[in-house]
């Protein structure tokens, strides 16, 4: 069984509608901890040496939040700026992380639709988390397609649990090693592995 650290990164989690929705979905699962990083470092100072601790002491790293601007709420900046130190996560003797794997579980306001229209010059969320996937294979992880909830404004309760209800599923999955990597990276989302 893999260990899972899920780092949630929403500074208003309490007026959240979907990120507190998933995070309820796999609250107390066997193997997955949760860590609420805006609790946790209200101040910004993240403690390096407790970071790198849980990374250690975890298979699967997973990065919650909401899309904010195209890309993650500061504190997750933060947090990769002065956790993924050299030496510890990348440079030649930089290994602590080398295969474990790393999920980004992001909500967006944007629809997916408006996401696709890649022809229109717009960029796929794909291409936009692109530095997170790049920083995460400079480090010799394996990065994950996102579990991805689009269109938060739009979605009623019912479209909520059930985005909930699949991050649950997906958890699990990666939890059990239900799927090989092969298999996981043929899909553009994580979320379209589990019909
Ligand atoms: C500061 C800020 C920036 C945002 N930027 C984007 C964005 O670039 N793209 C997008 O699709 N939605 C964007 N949104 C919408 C959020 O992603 C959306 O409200 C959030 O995922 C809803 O999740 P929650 O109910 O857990 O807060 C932004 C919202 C805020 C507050």
């Not at 993650?72 to 900046?77: F, M």
Request: net charge negative; aromatic share 12%.
């Amino acid at each position: 069984m893999n260990r899972i650290s899920i780092l949630v990164f929403h500074p208003l989690l309490h007026k959240s509608r979907v990120n507190q929705k998933l995070v309820r979905a796999v609250e107390g699962m066997e193997g997955v901890s949760l860590r609420f990083m805006y609790d946790i470092y209200p101040d910004f100072f993240i403690d390096v040496l407790k970071e790198q601790e849980v990374l250690l002491e975890n298979d699967i790293l997973v990065w919650q939040h909401p899309f904010y601007w195209y890309s993650s709420p500061s504190l997750l900046k933060e947090w990769i700026d002065l956790v993924l130190e050299h030496g510890f996560a990348y440079g030649r003797t930089g290994r602590a992380l080398e295969g474990k794997q790393i999920l980004s579980a992001i909500s967006t306001g944007g629809r997916r639709e408006t996401y696709l229209s890649a022809e229109s010059g717009k960029f796929s969320v794909r291409q936009l988390m692109a530095p997170f996937e790049q920083t995460t294979k400079l480090c010799r992880m394996h990065y994950l397609p996102p579990f991805v909830t689009h269109g938060t404004h739009l979605l009623d309760e019912r479209g909520i649990e059930e985005a909930a209800g699949r991050y649950a599923t997906v958890i699990g999955a990666l939890r059990d090693g239900l799927y090989s990597l092969e298999e996981i990276r043929k899909y553009e989302y994580i979320n379209d592995l589990i019909l």
